[in-house]
């Protein structure tokens, strides 16, 4: 099999529901074989051998070692991109917080990013593209999400110092930071549709929209960029 014809393998954690269950689609339609990565059993029926879901706890280095093994010795195929979608953000304050909400954020939000990266670093074509979740709460601050925006800042300087390390095997390394996503995880927070009235464009984004930055970002359109984190906010947070 010539490289040209070699599938493009794609991780893509957090993949049962928003952003992640999005780009896990849309990377499927686009051509890559895509293993998916969640916490929470799902399915991509319609997508038949084009999609493997894995349940995986990302905080699990074992678990998420286990499931690239099984998928690469069994594809015999190289991974060219890992989206590290998988998220959590409770609110917290300092009043509220416990070790055990601090070690829970910073475990799923940052532990697993290393995780999956670190395991799927081996397993990658020299050439291939890393692509982290981060938060516009990076950059802003958002009242009642201290443990989260501390974790999603943790995310931008980990996508600059991993893009560091990764360049000599010309891996890139970028982040997205999206600010308000009509996603079942922010629909639960109760607080979108007061958000999406504050919002320059006037609207939530959509996860579609978030997705397809995943694609450019792995793509040739991006191959000079690396260490960076792209915010999709509408206006919301302008650096
Ligand atoms: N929705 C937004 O507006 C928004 C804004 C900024 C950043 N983000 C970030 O984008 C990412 C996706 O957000 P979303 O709203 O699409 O999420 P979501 O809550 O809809 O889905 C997150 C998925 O991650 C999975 N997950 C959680 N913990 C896991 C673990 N330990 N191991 C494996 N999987 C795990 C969940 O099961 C779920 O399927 C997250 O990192 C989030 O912090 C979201």
Redesign the pocket.
Known sequence: MTLAQEAKVAVV??????????TAVMLAKEGWRVLA????A?TFSEYGHTITTTE?????RDEVADAIEAHCAGTGQVIRLVA??????PPSTLDDFTEDLYRRVF???VL?VLNVTAEAADRMADGGAIVN?????AFAVSRGQLL?GAS?AA?VMLTKELALELAPRRIRVNA???????????A?TGR?QAAASGVPLGR??E?DE?ARWVTILAGPDAGYMTGETVVLSGGDVIR
């Open positions: 954690t957090g993949a049962a529901s928003g952003m992640g269950r999005s990565l969640d916490r929470v799902t995986v706890d990302v905080t699990r590290n979608i998988a998220g959590i953000y475990d799923v939000n697993g979740f981060a938060s516009v709460d989260y999603k995310v997205i930071a999206p600010g308000w996503v009509n996603t079942p995880g922010n639960a979108m939530v984004g996860p978030i």
